[in-house]
């Protein structure tokens, strides 16, 4: 039997990853592996050398790709891991499609579990009738943070937010930022993906970094005073988390957010500035933190807040749970882990162009019922 069964998060190394399987004690760790997906057949080797997945958010490109499939004939269980309710983005984004249902059906119908990380994702996820498991955000230990800058020529603001908060960027955040720089010289950063095109023009676009060590490396060295996070329109805000707050005080500054349930039981005491929907509101806020002294002792508050509401030790019992199963696996799967790598390579490729040709059809159907041709020029399966 495996004395050291094997749990691999298949997934890239992006600030959900980072955030919640961080923090691990090294006798969890070592039961750990992080793979960054690439070619399934490629990826096979390591997938099959596990004892469970935990497969990181994005489930339709990994089920198009035939990911379950593979897991399900090499006799892997595997949980699915979300900090989202991406069912309910994509929708927003593109409408109902019959590749994400058939997608989630497969979900439904395989997965040993689900991992989420608010009441709100869990409840969502009740009638998956499988476990499921809770995580906490935890503060990334691969950056050093460092308070506000004591003095500076002028006021420093990022903003790392999706595009589904840029109606309060516009309406609240842009105004109040334009009023304090009658008085001091403002710099915004935002992130590539935000596309507005009422932004002034000196606002410094950072690029889109996925990886979560250098996105924070990246947003360091910009020495920011404050981070603000605009208020949300998606069906999908009551499924957020306080993960916001531990980036900005990686980033090593001050939050300004909106009221949302993300950030319920954080206060001023807490070092998180929260404003209201107005001009006035998001002002009163942010020219607070243009006074060095107080953007570092708000800063002060917020790291204090955080030492002692994110420890490591809560999400013990999940990991640890995690491993147990992956030892339960280990104990039945002798034969599996024989397979030569050809014949696992052979496995993927099958699964993948099943998959891939199942997947076609049913993009050819989505477009059919849109009324609207598929374009050409997307590639095939896989």
Same mark, same amino acid.
């Given at each position: ?105 497969? %979900? ?69 930022? $334009? ?20 932004? $002034? ?19 360091? $060295? ?116 024989? %397979? ?12 993948? %162009? ?9 993009? %050819? ?18």
């Amino acid at each position: 039997m495996d004395v050291n069964p094997i749990v691999l998060v298949y997934g890239h190394p992006d600030a959900s990853t980072g955030l919640f399987f961080g923090g691990m004690s090294k006798d969890l760790k070592r039961h750990f592996r992080f793979h960054r997906p690439a070619d399934l057949a490629a990826d096979a080797k390591a997938l099959a050398r596990a004892n469970l997945v935990v497969i990181a958010r994005e489930f339709l490109p990994f089920v198009r790709k035939g990911l379950l499939s593979l897991l399900v004939r090499l006799d892997i269980p595997f949980f699915w891991f979300s900090d989202d309710d991406l069912l309910s983005i994509k929708h927003e984004k593109k409408g109902a499609s019959l590749r994400h249902a058939h997608a989630f059906r497969l %979900l439904e119908r395989h997965a040993k579990g689900y991992i989420g990380t608010s009441p709100n994702l869990m409840a969502r996820f009740a009638n998956f009738g499988v476990e499921r498991l809770a995580l906490s955000p935890m503060p990334p230990d691969s950056v050093r943070t460092s308070p506000p800058p004591e003095d500076s020529a002028e006021f420093r603001v990022g903003m790392f937010g999706g595009d589904f908060r840029k109606q309060s960027l516009e309406e609240h955040v842009l105004p109040a930022l $334009a009023r304090i720089s009658g008085e001091r010289r403002v710099r915004l950063f935002v992130h590539a993906e935000l596309n507005s095109q009422k932004l $002034a023009s000196d606002t410094v676009v950072v690029p889109f970094e996925r990886d979560l060590t250098r996105f924070l490396e990246h947003w360091q $060295a910009l020495r920011l005073d404050a981070v603000v996070h605009p208020y949300g329109s998606s069906a999908n805000l009551p499924n957020k988390n306080p993960a916001t707050l531990l980036l900005a005080a990686a980033i090593g500054a001050v939050p300004v957010v909106g009221e949302e349930p993300a950030f319920r039981g954080f206060t001023e005491c807490d070092g998180v500035l929260k404003a209201e929907r107005s001009i006035e509101s998001w002002h009163e806020a942010l020219v607070r933190l243009t006074r060095p002294s107080e953007a570092r002792r708000m800063f002060g508050l917020l790291e204090a807040c955080l030492r002692s509401r994110f420890n490591a030790e809560a999400n013990r019992d999940s990991f640890e749970q995690l491993v147990a199963i992956a030892r339960a696996s280990a104990a039945h799967r002798q034969a599996i882990v024989h %397979l030569s790598d050809a014949s696992i390579e052979r496995m993927a490729r099958r699964a993948r %162009l099943r998959h891939g040709l199942v997947f076609l059809a049913l993009r %050819l159907a989505d477009a059919a019922l849109r009324g609207k041709r598929p374009n050409a020029t997307v590639n095939g399966p896989g």
